[in-house]
């Protein structure tokens, strides 16, 4: 089998591979992305539902979304990103926290506003029972997957990036001499000093090749859609928090969603048709109009989030393995904080650690620590 010399090996060309890449190879690394797919965002990535937002209700999550959305709109080539904004419809028992969420993202320098009912009804139409008021955040909205995951790739083969589809990574063995690793890709060892482990839901698998373990397992989501031509108006994507019902416009179509509650874990990209009629009547519950607009299969998707047990991601060196790196496990908010993470590996691979943000609660570790206790943060 021939062999090949690399800084970096990342597995997966996913937005976080993609990402990882372009920061490696631009702080001067050799950098070869393996990927099993024929081409790139063909996990998660390339059947999110798109969207960013500043809003989260704690401050690295905050940072993460916030730096990325910023990296999205002032990005040289068309990823998409559009603001089309994110409408937070609030229960009276979440309203408190909710604001204390937004002096926070304002504190942050994210713009978001608190709206009375009739305003918020005045951009998404919903049914305000039980709600106290509404966020906003204008500057909230939806870039586009398959070009941001693309254009990363291209900038990381501007400085020098290989990126090998059809290429997924069978074998990974410490090599004792270098501190590295001995990768076998499609055929082909790679002996690199830092392997990036940006394999999504797959990551767990990933990682057991090299003899380490992540907790990432991949849940089916299903997006279900309206057909064309129903939507006359601009439709922000709007959340019912209390619920987790979600629509937003996409052209001429309503997409909408609801997480089924006894989703079991594994790859599954079938839409799951059986969940079509419940998550409508969820999504109807807060937005009523819904239920008498006509549905259409074309439209539908699955995919699956790469959830942890925290629904948070990992981020930085197995403790047993330092120049093992975990970026994976995002969680259903992967695509809207990748510019800011891709940034954070490298920096873990240029300077041996990261400290330009602190993100020890990302840390591997947190899940032996006696005292963790598993708690989402505000995730959808
Ligand atoms: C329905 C749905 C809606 C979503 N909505 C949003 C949203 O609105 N906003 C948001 O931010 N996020 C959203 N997400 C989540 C987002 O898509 C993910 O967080 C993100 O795409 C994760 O990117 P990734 O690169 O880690 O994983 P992936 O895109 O899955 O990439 C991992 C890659 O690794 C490759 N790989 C795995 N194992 C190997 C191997 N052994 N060798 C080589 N290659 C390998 C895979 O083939 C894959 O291409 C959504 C996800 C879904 C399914």
Known sequence: MSEGHTDVLVIGAGVIGASSACHLARAGRRVVVAESFAGPAEGST?????????????????ELSWRSIQRYRSFATDVGYRPTGYLLLVPDAAWAAQQEAVRLQRRHGVPVELLDT??????????????????????????????????????????????????????????????????????RVWLAQHVVNAAGGWAGEAA????????????????????????????????????????????????????????????????????????????????????????????????????????????????????WINACGFSGHGLMQAPEIGRLVAEQVVTGAITSLDVTSLRLERFADPAYTARAELVF
């Open 46 to 62: 390339g059947r999110s539902f798109a969207s960013v937002r500043g809003q989260w209700a704690g401050s690295l999550n905050i």
């Open 118 to 187: 009739g305003a918020a009804a005045r951009i998404t139409p919903f049914d305000p029972s039980g709600i106290a008021g509404a966020a906003w955040g204008p500057a909230d909205g939806v870039v586009d997957p398959h070009l941001v995951t693309c254009a990363f790739l291209d900038l990381a083969r501007a400085a020098g990036a290989r990126v090998l589809f059809r290429h997924p990574v069978t074998a990974a063995e410490a090599d004792e001499g270098t501190g590295g690793w001995r990768v076998t890709a499609g055929g």
């Open 208 to 323: 057991a090749l090299a003899g380490l373990s992540v907790p990432v397992v991949h849940s089916r989501r299903n997006v279900y859609a309206t057909a064309p031509d129903v939507l006359r108006a601009p439709l922000p994507l709007t959340i019912d928090v209390g619920s987790g019902a979600v629509v937003r416009g996409e052209g001429s179509r309503v997409l909408f969603y609801a997480s089924r509650p006894d989703q079991s874990d594994g790859y599954d990209v079938s839409v799951d048709w059986s969940w079509m009629e419940p998550a409508l009547e969820r999504v109807a519950g807060r937005f009523p109009w819904i239920a008498d607009l006509p549905l259409d299969r074309r439209g539908c998707w699955a995919g699956t989030y790469e959830n942890t047990p925290d629904h948070a991601g990992v981020l930085g060196p197995d403790p047993s393995a330092p120049t």
